[in-house]
Nanobody, 121 residues
Framework: EVQLVESGGGLVQPGGSLRLSCAASTFTFSDYNMGWYRQGPGKEREWVAA????????SYPDSVKGRFTISRDNAKNMVTLQVNNLKVDDTATYYC??????????????WGQGTQVTVAS
C-alpha cells in the first residue's frame, strides 16, 4: 500500500509561485498514475493535475492549464506540482493522489494529508 506525504505549501502573494512535493512510500511507485487535487474553503475537492505512471503524459483542467505543471521522479518516488501566477482563488488544501486508473473526475484512490496554500496580499 502506498503512503503519501505532501509538503511545500505556504502563504504567497497573488502572482507568486510555489513548488509542492509529494513523497511516496512504496516499492511500486512507478506503477501508479499520480495526481493533485485541491479543496478550498466551502468548496468540493477539485482535480488540478495528473501524470501517467511513466511520466510521459500529463493532463490539467482549463482552470489551471498554463499555470500548473506536474512532474515526477520515479527513482526518488516523488511527484511535484509547480504552481505559478497564483490567484486568490487558488487558496486551498492541496492533496496528492495515487491510483491505477485515469478517471480524474472521480475523487478516489490513495490520499496524502494535504498541504495548505494560501494566496493573499
Amino acid at each position: 500500500e502506498v503512503q503519501l506525504v505532501e509538503s511545500g505549501g505556504g502563504l504567497v502573494q497573488p502572482g507568486g509561485s510555489l513548488r509542492l512535493s509529494c513523497a511516496a512510500s512504496t516499492f511500486t511507485f512507478s506503477d501508479y498514475n499520480m495526481g493533485w487535487y485541491r479543496q478550498g474553503p466551502g468548496k468540493e475537492r477539485e482535480w488540478v493535475a495528473a501524470i501517467t505512471n511513466d511520466g510521459r503524459s500529463t493532463s490539467y483542467p482549463d482552470s489551471v492549464k498554463g499555470r500548473f505543471t506536474i512532474s515526477r521522479d520515479n527513482a526518488k518516488n516523488m511527484v511535484t506540482l509547480q504552481v505559478n501566477n497564483l490567484k486568490v482563488d487558488d487558496t486551498a488544501t492541496y492533496y496528492c493522489n495515487a491510483r491505477w486508473d485515469w478517471n480524474w473526475s472521480s475523487a478516489h484512490g490513495t490520499w496524502g494529508q494535504g498541504t495548505q496554500v494560501t494566496v493573499a496580499s
